[in-house]
C-alpha cells in the first residue's frame, strides 16, 4: 500500500567497549543477532485497478514478509547459532493485524511503539510470550534465546500465526 519501512536509533556508544550490542544501552539489552520483520499485505485486484477499487472493500490476498510472500521451496532464513540472543524488531506496515510466532521459542517483549518497557523482566505475563501480536501501525522489539541444545545451521519457522 505504498513505501514503508524501518528506522533503528542507536543508542550513544552503541557497539563501544562498555555496552556492546546492547539495543538500550545496558546489559539487560545486550544481543548477539539482530533483525528486521516488516509485515504487509497486498491485494492483486486492487493493485490491478486502484482507481476504480474502494478501499473500504480492501481484501489482501499476498501476505509478506521483509517485503517477500512466504515460498516453502525457498524460505526467508534467520542464521542464528545455539544459545544466540536474538532481537527482532517486528514492525506491522499493513492495515490488518500479525501475530508472529518462532516455532518452538518464546519472546521477551522489550519495547512496543519504540518505547522500552519500564519493567519487561517482571513476572507479567504479557512480556513473556509465544506470539507477538501485531496491530497495523505498530512495532515491537523482542528477543529470543536460541534454544541451546541447537543444532548448528538449523533454522526455526517466523511465521504470522494468524495462518495468512
Known sequence: MGLAGLLIVRPTGFG???????????????FADEYTLSMTELSTEFGDNP????????NPNLFLVNGKPFDPAVPSLLPVAPNDR?????????????????????QSLLAQDSHQLTNPLASD?????????????QVTDSFVTVDPKARSGFTYPVYDAALH
Do not use: C
Open 16 to 30: 563501544g567497549s562498555v555496552n556492546g550490542s546492547s539495543a538500550y544501552g545496558t546489559i539487560l539489552s545486550q
Open 125 to 137: 505475563f504479557n512480556t513473556d510470550v509465544t506470539t507477538s501480536w501485531l496491530t497495523p501501525g
Open 86 to 106: 536474538v532481537l527482532l524488531h517486528q514492525a506491522n506496515l499493513g492495515l490488518r493485524d500479525h501475530s508472529m510466532t518462532i516455532a518452538g521459542h518464546r
Open 51 to 58: 482507481f476504480t477499487n474502494d478501499l473500504h472493500e480492501f
